[in-house]
Protein backbone atom coordinates (compact mmCIF):
# COMPACT_ATOMS: atom_id res chain seq x y z
CA UNK A 1 0.00 0.00 0.00
CA UNK A 2 1.57 3.76 -0.84
CA UNK A 3 1.16 5.83 2.75
CA UNK A 4 2.59 8.89 0.56
CA UNK A 5 -1.06 10.48 1.20
CA UNK A 6 -0.37 10.80 4.56
CA UNK A 7 3.74 10.94 5.14
CA UNK A 8 4.91 14.45 5.07
CA UNK A 9 7.44 15.23 2.47
CA UNK A 10 10.51 16.31 4.16
CA UNK A 11 10.68 20.21 3.71
CA UNK A 12 7.09 20.44 2.98
CA UNK A 13 5.20 23.29 4.39
CA UNK A 14 1.95 21.76 6.28
CA UNK A 15 -1.67 23.29 6.02
CA UNK A 16 -4.06 21.29 8.33
CA UNK A 17 -6.76 22.11 6.54
CA UNK A 18 -6.21 21.16 3.00
CA UNK A 19 -5.63 17.71 4.72
CA UNK A 20 -9.45 15.89 5.23
CA UNK A 21 -9.94 14.07 8.95
CA UNK A 22 -12.42 12.60 6.91
CA UNK A 23 -10.78 10.93 4.50
CA UNK A 24 -10.89 7.18 3.84
CA UNK A 25 -9.04 6.48 0.32
CA UNK A 26 -7.01 4.03 1.42
CA UNK A 27 -9.78 1.61 2.47
CA UNK A 28 -12.53 0.47 0.13
CA UNK A 29 -14.85 -1.57 2.19
CA UNK A 30 -17.25 -1.13 4.88
CA UNK A 31 -16.13 0.42 8.68
CA UNK A 32 -16.73 -3.82 9.86
CA UNK A 33 -14.51 -4.85 7.16
CA UNK A 34 -11.55 -2.99 7.94
CA UNK A 35 -12.08 -4.09 11.53
CA UNK A 36 -11.23 -7.69 10.43
CA UNK A 37 -8.61 -6.33 8.70
CA UNK A 38 -7.10 -4.38 11.18
CA UNK A 39 -7.71 -7.66 13.74
CA UNK A 40 -5.45 -9.40 11.25
CA UNK A 41 -2.83 -6.58 10.75
CA UNK A 42 -2.72 -6.75 14.73
CA UNK A 43 -1.95 -10.54 14.45
CA UNK A 44 0.99 -10.01 11.90
CA UNK A 45 2.19 -7.19 14.09
CA UNK A 46 2.58 -9.62 16.73
CA UNK A 47 4.49 -12.04 15.00
CA UNK A 48 6.90 -9.50 13.55
CA UNK A 49 7.39 -8.48 17.27
CA UNK A 50 8.50 -11.53 18.08
CA UNK A 51 10.85 -11.91 16.01
CA UNK A 52 11.71 -8.56 16.20
CA UNK A 53 12.81 -9.36 20.25
CA UNK A 54 14.27 -12.70 18.80
CA UNK A 55 16.86 -11.28 16.76
CA UNK A 56 17.59 -8.31 19.08
CA UNK A 57 19.21 -6.19 16.55
CA UNK A 58 16.83 -3.43 15.45
CA UNK A 59 14.38 -0.60 17.56
CA UNK A 60 10.96 0.73 16.38
CA UNK A 61 9.82 3.52 18.11
CA UNK A 62 6.41 5.17 17.74
CA UNK A 63 5.84 8.56 18.66
CA UNK A 64 1.81 9.41 19.05
CA UNK A 65 0.86 13.25 19.00
CA UNK A 66 -2.48 14.83 18.62
CA UNK A 67 -4.83 17.37 20.21
CA UNK A 68 -7.04 16.19 23.06
CA UNK A 69 -9.32 13.38 22.37
CA UNK A 70 -7.56 12.53 19.00
CA UNK A 71 -6.92 8.82 19.86
CA UNK A 72 -3.43 8.40 21.38
CA UNK A 73 -4.83 5.92 24.29
CA UNK A 74 -7.65 4.37 21.57
CA UNK A 75 -4.83 3.91 19.32
CA UNK A 76 -2.31 2.17 21.88
CA UNK A 77 -5.24 -0.42 23.04
CA UNK A 78 -6.33 -1.36 19.58
CA UNK A 79 -3.38 -1.50 17.71
CA UNK A 80 -1.27 -3.18 20.18
CA UNK A 81 -3.39 -5.07 22.42
CA UNK A 82 -1.78 -8.76 22.85
CA UNK A 83 1.70 -8.07 22.15
CA UNK A 84 3.97 -9.41 24.08
CA UNK A 85 4.37 -6.90 26.41
CA UNK A 86 8.61 -8.10 27.68
CA UNK A 87 9.09 -6.63 24.54
CA UNK A 88 6.91 -3.57 24.07
CA UNK A 89 6.35 -0.65 26.16
CA UNK A 90 4.43 2.46 26.23
CA UNK A 91 6.00 5.68 27.48
CA UNK A 92 3.42 8.68 27.96
CA UNK A 93 4.98 12.02 28.84
CA UNK A 94 3.04 14.27 31.10
CA UNK A 95 3.87 17.91 32.77
CA UNK A 96 7.75 17.36 33.38
CA UNK A 97 8.59 17.36 37.09
CA UNK A 98 10.89 19.54 38.51
CA UNK A 99 13.56 17.30 38.25
CA UNK A 100 12.98 16.52 34.91
CA UNK A 101 12.56 20.40 34.25
CA UNK A 102 16.51 21.25 35.40
CA UNK A 103 17.99 19.02 32.65
CA UNK A 104 17.43 19.49 29.20
CA UNK A 105 13.99 18.80 27.77
CA UNK A 106 15.21 15.71 25.90
CA UNK A 107 16.47 14.13 29.13
CA UNK A 108 13.90 12.48 30.13
CA UNK A 109 13.22 11.15 26.58
CA UNK A 110 16.12 9.85 26.03
CA UNK A 111 15.80 7.56 29.03
CA UNK A 112 12.93 6.17 27.28
CA UNK A 113 14.25 4.99 23.82
CA UNK A 114 13.73 1.66 22.46
CA UNK A 115 16.32 -1.06 23.34
CA UNK A 116 17.67 -3.64 21.12
CA UNK A 117 14.81 -5.59 20.22
CA UNK A 118 12.19 -3.60 21.73
CA UNK A 119 9.07 -1.61 20.26
CA UNK A 120 8.22 1.42 22.13
CA UNK A 121 5.24 4.12 21.69
CA UNK A 122 5.20 7.82 23.07
CA UNK A 123 2.26 8.80 24.02
CA UNK A 124 3.15 12.19 23.40
CA UNK A 125 6.73 12.94 23.51
CA UNK A 126 9.77 15.67 23.30
CA UNK A 127 6.93 17.70 20.48
CA UNK A 128 5.45 18.94 23.82
CA UNK A 129 8.15 20.73 24.15
CA UNK A 130 7.46 22.56 21.02
CA UNK A 131 3.61 22.77 21.18
CA UNK A 132 2.49 22.90 24.66
CA UNK A 133 5.34 24.66 25.21
CA UNK A 134 4.81 27.41 22.59
CA UNK A 135 1.10 27.75 23.15
CA UNK A 136 1.56 28.32 26.42
CA UNK A 137 4.85 30.64 26.39
CA UNK A 138 6.52 27.99 28.85
CA UNK A 139 10.05 28.72 27.90
CA UNK A 140 10.51 31.85 25.75
CA UNK A 141 10.21 32.02 22.09
CA UNK A 142 14.57 31.98 21.52
CA UNK A 143 14.61 28.71 23.16
CA UNK A 144 11.77 26.99 21.47
CA UNK A 145 12.80 28.12 18.28
CA UNK A 146 16.40 26.39 18.64
CA UNK A 147 14.54 22.59 19.89
CA UNK A 148 13.27 21.98 16.35
CA UNK A 149 16.65 21.31 14.74
CA UNK A 150 17.49 19.97 18.74
CA UNK A 151 14.95 17.62 17.94
CA UNK A 152 15.75 16.46 14.28
CA UNK A 153 19.61 15.92 15.23
CA UNK A 154 18.21 13.42 18.07
CA UNK A 155 16.10 11.73 16.14
CA UNK A 156 19.15 11.16 13.57
CA UNK A 157 21.53 10.21 16.57
CA UNK A 158 18.43 7.03 16.97
CA UNK A 159 18.08 6.28 13.47
CA UNK A 160 22.21 5.95 13.29
CA UNK A 161 21.57 3.49 15.87
CA UNK A 162 19.67 1.25 14.38
CA UNK A 163 16.26 2.48 15.33
CA UNK A 164 13.22 3.02 13.16
CA UNK A 165 11.07 6.07 13.98
CA UNK A 166 7.29 6.70 12.94
CA UNK A 167 5.68 9.69 13.92
CA UNK A 168 1.79 9.81 13.83
CA UNK A 169 -0.02 12.78 14.14
CA UNK A 170 -3.54 12.06 14.64
CA UNK A 171 -5.58 14.65 12.83
CA UNK A 172 -9.00 15.18 13.96
CA UNK A 173 -11.43 18.71 13.47
CA UNK A 174 -12.52 20.76 16.04
CA UNK A 175 -16.35 19.49 15.71
CA UNK A 176 -14.92 15.90 15.93
CA UNK A 177 -13.40 16.96 19.28
CA UNK A 178 -16.60 18.88 20.75
CA UNK A 179 -18.62 15.46 20.29
CA UNK A 180 -15.60 13.14 21.66
CA UNK A 181 -15.49 15.67 25.00
CA UNK A 182 -19.53 15.60 25.01
CA UNK A 183 -19.47 11.79 25.24
CA UNK A 184 -17.14 11.87 27.83
CA UNK A 185 -19.16 13.97 29.61
CA UNK A 186 -22.52 12.24 28.96
CA UNK A 187 -21.47 8.15 29.72
CA UNK A 188 -20.64 7.66 33.31
CA UNK A 189 -18.21 5.13 31.71
CA UNK A 190 -16.20 7.79 29.99
CA UNK A 191 -15.95 10.63 32.64
CA UNK A 192 -12.92 9.65 34.28
CA UNK A 193 -11.39 10.44 30.77
CA UNK A 194 -12.90 13.93 30.97
CA UNK A 195 -10.75 17.00 31.89
CA UNK A 196 -11.60 20.11 32.63
CA UNK A 197 -8.18 21.00 31.49
CA UNK A 198 -9.00 19.85 28.00
CA UNK A 199 -11.97 22.26 28.10
CA UNK A 200 -9.46 25.24 28.51
CA UNK A 201 -6.87 23.84 25.64
CA UNK A 202 -9.89 23.35 23.70
CA UNK A 203 -9.89 27.31 23.59
CA UNK A 204 -6.50 27.71 21.61
CA UNK A 205 -7.59 24.96 19.09
CA UNK A 206 -5.96 27.63 16.48
CA UNK A 207 -2.60 28.28 18.10
CA UNK A 208 -1.80 24.39 19.02
CA UNK A 209 -3.06 24.15 15.22
CA UNK A 210 -0.44 26.69 14.32
CA UNK A 211 2.21 24.54 16.15
CA UNK A 212 1.65 21.49 15.53
CA UNK A 213 1.77 22.82 11.56
CA UNK A 214 5.37 23.98 12.38
CA UNK A 215 6.31 21.46 14.10
CA UNK A 216 5.13 18.73 11.15
CA UNK A 217 7.10 21.13 8.63
CA UNK A 218 10.38 21.44 10.55
CA UNK A 219 10.92 17.77 11.46
CA UNK A 220 9.58 15.46 8.92
CA UNK A 221 12.73 13.70 7.62
CA UNK A 222 13.52 10.58 5.39
CA UNK A 223 14.37 8.20 8.64
CA UNK A 224 11.83 9.94 11.13
CA UNK A 225 8.92 10.51 8.89
CA UNK A 226 5.77 12.02 10.24
CA UNK A 227 2.33 10.99 8.91
CA UNK A 228 -0.72 13.05 9.45
CA UNK A 229 -3.32 9.92 10.09
CA UNK A 230 -6.96 11.45 9.28
CA UNK A 231 -8.40 10.26 12.81
CA UNK A 232 -12.36 11.50 13.12
CA UNK A 233 -12.95 7.89 11.84
CA UNK A 234 -11.60 5.71 14.60
CA UNK A 235 -11.76 2.52 12.42
CA UNK A 236 -10.02 4.08 9.68
CA UNK A 237 -7.07 5.74 11.80
CA UNK A 238 -6.80 2.44 13.44
CA UNK A 239 -6.50 0.50 10.35
CA UNK A 240 -3.81 3.29 8.84
CA UNK A 241 -1.77 3.29 11.99
CA UNK A 242 -1.59 -0.81 12.10
CA UNK A 243 -0.80 -1.03 8.21
CA UNK A 244 1.90 1.54 8.35
CA UNK A 245 3.50 -0.36 11.16
CA UNK A 246 2.80 -4.05 9.92
CA UNK A 247 4.85 -2.60 6.51
CA UNK A 248 7.52 -0.98 8.42
CA UNK A 249 8.74 -4.00 10.07
CA UNK A 250 8.24 -6.28 7.10
CA UNK A 251 10.73 -3.58 5.52
CA UNK A 252 13.16 -4.19 8.36
CA UNK A 253 13.74 -7.17 7.20
CA UNK A 254 14.01 -8.72 10.62
CA UNK A 255 15.05 -12.66 11.27
CA UNK A 256 15.45 -15.03 13.68
CA UNK A 257 18.90 -15.22 14.64
CA UNK A 258 21.36 -18.33 12.77
CA UNK A 259 20.99 -21.19 14.40
CA UNK A 260 24.28 -21.76 16.90
CA UNK A 261 25.84 -25.34 15.21
CA UNK A 262 27.28 -25.68 18.73
CA UNK A 263 23.72 -26.57 19.36
CA UNK A 264 23.29 -29.01 17.33
CA UNK A 265 25.10 -31.47 19.39
CA UNK A 266 23.12 -30.87 22.27
CA UNK A 267 21.72 -33.76 23.98
CA UNK A 268 19.35 -33.76 26.96
CA UNK A 269 18.39 -36.26 28.80
P1 LIG B 1 -2.69 13.39 28.94
O1 LIG B 1 -1.85 12.92 27.81
O2 LIG B 1 -4.10 13.65 28.56
O3 LIG B 1 -2.57 12.52 30.15
O4 LIG B 1 -2.13 14.83 29.39
C1 LIG B 1 -0.81 15.07 29.64
C2 LIG B 1 -0.61 16.55 29.78
O5 LIG B 1 0.78 16.81 29.99
C3 LIG B 1 -1.01 17.33 28.55
O6 LIG B 1 -1.80 18.42 28.91
C4 LIG B 1 0.31 17.79 27.97
O7 LIG B 1 0.23 18.99 27.26
C5 LIG B 1 1.16 17.91 29.21
N1 LIG B 1 2.58 17.86 28.87
C6 LIG B 1 3.26 16.85 28.30
N2 LIG B 1 4.54 17.19 28.06
C7 LIG B 1 4.68 18.45 28.49
C8 LIG B 1 5.76 19.38 28.49
N3 LIG B 1 6.97 19.05 28.02
N4 LIG B 1 5.55 20.60 29.02
C9 LIG B 1 4.33 20.94 29.51
N5 LIG B 1 3.27 20.12 29.51
C10 LIG B 1 3.43 18.89 29.01
MG1 LIG C 1 -5.93 14.09 27.77
New binding site residues.
Partial sequence: MNFDRYRVKPGKRVKLTKRDPNDRALFEGSKEDAAIRTLELVDELEELQEVLYAESKQKLLIILQGM?TAG??GTIRLVFDGVNPSGVKVA?????TDEELSRD?LWRVHQKVPARGEIVIF????Y??V???RV?S?VPKRIWKTRYQQIVDFEKLLTDTNTRILKFFLHIDRDEQKERLQARLAEPDKQWKF?M??VA?RAHWDAYTKAYEAALSKTSTESAPWYVIPSNLKWYRSYVIASIVVETLKGMKIRHPDPDPALASVVID
Avoid at 92 to 96: D, V
Avoid at 123 to 126: G, L, T
Fill in positions: DKDPFKKPFNRSHEDLVVHLKQDE
